[in-house]
């Protein structure tokens, strides 16, 4: 699943490549969209900005309408010169927008909406993000009160859910999960109820560092929202570029230990761990 690093990245190029201009050309293969579409046309409409919230993108056309994408585990949006073969089938398009000499085009994206400002704000996940670890105006304090908050009210969660739980931190998935824990030397099932307050403030720090790392201007603006590519450690061989994620039985990078993997949560996601640098540690008296 594309994390939320990558639909940053995918937005940022989008906005470079249609902010101002206007909409010449607009096909859908989504129903609610062409709706949408028939009832108020894009065509004529410019681009005024794209955004993300948390693992949501937003792009907000004038005439205060919003178009809004999750990539579930297979979406991506590419952009192309307007006549440029695509790199996927045609029948993966969902959206396709042109303007001018540019076209984005969405590929396999299985949720799309039209929102107005008033709109979206009455959606739900709108309403129900937690911090966004990528937003301007994130802090470390802020991510550090939404966790405490949430391990006051669920204490017998584990810690790693709740990296990925959207509604406490947004924009963190599966391998920001394991590889924040690790940073932080939190075992990754250990539950709530026994995090430190510097355990949690070494979580949203790391959170915070590895996610603003991955989108840097140099970390590359690429035009597919999941590429792979993403770094948590400072090597450059791409074969290096992950402490824990993916490395089941391999040695630590750290101290040598072979790294664990077990399924967790109600999706059975996969995560990674050091059993010597995540320590088992359990509430006191249990």
């Not at 990245?9 to 902010?19: E, F, I, K, N």
């Not at 750290?254 to 999706?267: H, T, Y």
């Amino acid at each position: 699943m594309p994390e939320g690093d990558s639909i940053f990245r995918a937005a940022r190029t989008l906005h470079q490549a249609l902010a101002g201009k206007v909409v010449t050309g607009f096909e859908t293969a989504l129903a609610p969209v062409a709706r949408v579409n028939d009832d108020t046309p894009i065509v004529g409409r410019t681009v005024e900005r794209v955004k993300v919230r948390g693992k949501w993108c937003l792009i907000f056309f004038s005439g205060d309408l919003i178009l809004v994408t999750h990539m579930r585990m297979s979406g991506s949006w590419h952009i192309y010169r307007t006549g440029e073969r695509w790199q996927a089938p045609r029948r993966a398009m969902r959206i396709a927008i042109t303007c001018g000499e540019m076209q984005a085009v969405a590929f396999n994206v299985p949720v799309a909406e039209f929102h107005t400002e008033r709109s979206l704000e009455r959606r739900s996940w709108a309403l129900k993000l937690g911090p966004d670890v990528l937003a301007d105006d994130f802090s470390v304090e802020a991510g550090v009160q939404a966790l405490r908050e949430y391990g006051i009210a669920h204490p017998d969660a584990e810690i790693a859910d709740v990296l990925l739980n959207q509604r406490v931190l947004a924009g963190l998935g599966n391998v920001y999960k394991s590889e924040v824990a690790f940073a932080a030397g939190v075992h990754p099932f250990r539950l709530m109820r026994t995090i430190t307050a510097r355990e949690v403030e070494r979580l949203v720090e790391a959170a915070q560092r590895y996610m603003k790392a991955n989108v840097a201007d140099t970390s590359g603006a690429g035009i597919v929202t999941y590429t792979g590519n993403r770094r948590t450690t400072h090597e450059m061989d791409r074969n290096n570029r992950l402490w824990v994620y993916g490395r089941k039985g391999k040695e630590c990078r750290r101290c040598g230990a072979s790294i664990e993997m077990r399924k967790q949560g109600l999706d059975v996601r996969s995560t990674y761990w050091c059993p010597s640098c995540q320590p088992w540690i359990t509430a006191e008296g249990e």
